[in-house]
């Protein structure tokens, strides 16, 4: 596939013109004068001929760089490298053609590359997809020594990415904190109490918190540091349900919740607290029983990678049956889920019921900040106003549901998609803290 240049299209048009004046020349000569148009068609057809066979010869490269790891729903750079091995000057254009797991701009670019020299492009891209993705392939034209035609090439590289769940940026590191600052308790070591740190002796230190064989390896007089155990029980239940699949921005609600599971899970993980994860549609999916440490987190991030969404109804009361049977103890349940608006024999009522009386219940849901909006927005077409009473409506059922799964016993905790994960650990991190669980 090729494409004609500026060039080339003067120089047809001007053998076009030599053709036209030839047919109206009455000198001398006529029939030379008819034909002289041929001299700059052959010409210019030995001219493309040149460019094609000695395109090998423009010996040019293209690749991108990318990590080989990125976060779901945060932006990413990756680097397009073109390298020019010829002696003269190279123009390239490029368009990528990325796959629906990728949002980035493909509008074409231009490049004109130095002799024996690299030009470097950064490429800004938006995984919305879990999973292993390729870059897509590069649409690619250069332009021939002459000038004359663009000349198309399709480069599929071995550009891969893994998209994963966020992590955490900046998250307390537990035990580790409470090593600057800390607040030594000097009363007897009694149960519930778990081994911290050494340190120094201090005067007013009681005697049974000497440990004798540290301070054998030293040369000062070491002491036990204990503090209270404070251990939570932590369940998450990931609905994978029809309306999961709604897209709230670029991402779809089911994305954006894994991204609060995922930073949640690290965040009870880094605490020293025991976590389960549950995914679920019309039926548990797939889920991990109370674990804790590094491989709880590794196990959950496995489910949360390999979740998605299904066509099917959510039944919350087939998962909170089956959470029941894995949580011994009182524990947090937190249920990322849409809000149901069902009477009080709904399954969903009776799921939050059934976890209620022995756990406590959190339910997580995203505000969708632009039917808010629009429920209050000036009319400027003849649909407006129906459209202003649906997303009141839609507001209204939202409250409602809220009142209903408070009179059930739960928590709800609602929040735009950029800040609900800020507003479940908030929460979380004030009930550790009250050891309310």
Known sequence: MITLSNRTYGIVGFTIAIGILGQWFEGP???????????????????????????????????????????????????????????????IECQPSYPRSLAADSATRHYVVPPAESVLDRLELLPVELGSTAL?????????????????????????????????????TGRGDRLLGARYSRRPVQGGMEFLLH???????????????????????????????????????????????LRLGVLSQLHHNINVV???????????????????????????????????????????????SVSNESNLLAAALQARRLLGHRALVVVLTDLSTGDDASQFSQAVRLLSGKHLVVI?????????????????????????????????????AKLKLKQHGALVITAAADQLDAKVMEYYTELRQRIAV
Not at 262 to 283: F, P, S
């Open 136 to 172: 897509g392939d590069i649409h690619v034209r250069v332009r021939g020594f002459l000038g004359l035609v663009w000349w198309y090439r399709r480069i599929s590289d071995d550009a891969v990415v893994e998209v994963v769940p966020r992590t955490m940026t900046h998250i307390s």
């Open 29 to 91: 000569l006529p029939a030379l004068s008819a034909r002289l148009w041929t001299l700059p068609a052959v010409l210019l057809i030995a001219a493309v001929w040149a460019e094609r066979a000695l395109l090998a010869s423009m010996q040019w490269d293209i690749h991108r760089q990318a990590p080989s790891e990125v976060y779901l729903g945060e932006g990413f750079s990756a680097e397009l490298v073109l390298t020019n091995h010829a002696a003269n000057a190279t123009h």
């Open 262 to 308: 995922a930073r949640l899970v690290e965040l009870a993980v880094n605490q020293g607290d025991h976590i389960a994860c549950m995914t679920y549609a019309d039926k548990p999916l797939a889920m991990m029983p109370l674990t804790s440490g590094i491989r709880g987190l590794r196990h959950s991030r496995a489910i949360l990678k390999n979740a998605r």
């Open 199 to 245: 340190r120094a002796y201090q005067q007013g230190d009681p005697l049974q918190i000497v440990d004798w064989k540290a301070t054998a390896r030293s040369d000062d007089v070491m002491v036990r540091v204990m503090t209270r155990e404070q251990r939570m029980e932590l369940m998450v239940l990931l609905d994978c349900g029809r309306t999961s699949q």
């Open 364 to 400: 997580a849901n995203i505000d969708d900040k632009t039917i808010e909006a629009m429920s209050w927005k000036p009319a400027s077409h003849w649909l407006d106003p129906y459209r202003n009473f649906a997303a009141a409506e839609h507001c209204r059922q939202r409250k409602l």
